[in-house]
């Protein structure tokens, strides 16, 4: 099946410092990527729709100057937490949509903000 | 808005063993897709089974099928021969039919551990 990847796994930084997550589609274009956030035993909550080319598409609640989003390419999305906080510590998961309209996941990354 | 409620937090099965997962949801929509996705704790998410709400047929995948009760509005999932490898939380999720491919609705999940 469809691969996707994200990159790093798992990341620890200072409070006040930026973090960057990358979703990579490794074997199919994806127009379209998905930005999630889970808590510990927790579902999945929808952050972001990631359209390539364009801004954004910002869940209500989330903050856009928060977490910056760029899908640059076809193959590549990217999530920027800015002054990361204590707060922001959770696990991120990206999905991407094949042109089939399938969704692939990867494999999350786990961000801890000391 | 459309929202999914997985009642069990937890369940335990006996490897061999069947066991079913609950999932209700509510929607105003008639046409839908339903999907379990499963967990594991390497953490990537991977599709179980899909149904399409217009399909009377319930959807089965080798030791996976559901039970799907549209107007109940009821989608449970049953794992049979059960195996140490299904040990995971799983995740019962709606889309809307003209949104393919966008966005997920997640229920919150149930963590099933199968025993040896």
């Known amino acids: 099946g469809a691969v996707v990847s994200q990159h790093p796994s798992w990341v620890i930084c200072k409070s006040g410092t930026s973090v960057k997550i990358e979703c990579r589609s490794l074997d199919f274009q994806a127009t379209t990527m998905f930005w999630y956030r889970q808590f510990p035993k927790q579902s999945l909550m929808l952050m972001a729709t990631s359209n390539e080319g364009s801004k954004a598409t910002y869940e209500q609640g989330v903050e856009k100057d928060k977490f910056l989003i760029n899908h640059a390419s076809l193959t590549l999305s990217t999530l920027t937490v800015t002054s990361a906080h204590p707060e922001d510590s959770s696990f991120y998961i990206c999905?991407?949509?094949?042109?089939?309209?399938?969704?692939?996941f990867g494999e999350g990354s786990r961000l801890t903000v000391l | 808005a459309q929202t999914v409620t997985q009642s069990q937090p937890e369940m335990s099965v006996q490897e061999a063993e069947t066991v079913t997962l609950s999932c209700t949801y509510d929607?105003?929509?008639?046409?839908?897709?339903l999907f379990w996705y499963k967990q594991p704790p390497s953490r990537q998410m991977i599709l179980v089974i899909r149904?399409?709400?217009?399909?009377?047929q319930n959807a089965t995948e080798n030791r996976f099928s559901v039970n799907f009760q549209k107007a109940a509005k009821s989608f449970s999932l049953k794992i049979s021969d059960s195996q140490l490898g299904d040990t995971a939380m799983y995740f019962c999720a709606f889309m809307k039919h003209e949104e393919y491919g966008n966005k997920l609705v997640f229920g919150a999940g149930t963590i099933l551990r199968v025993k040896s």
């Open positions: 149904q399409e709400a217009y399909k009377q």
């Open positions: 929607t105003s929509e008639n046409n839908y897709y």
């Open positions: 999905s991407a949509r094949d042109r089939g309209g399938e969704l692939f």
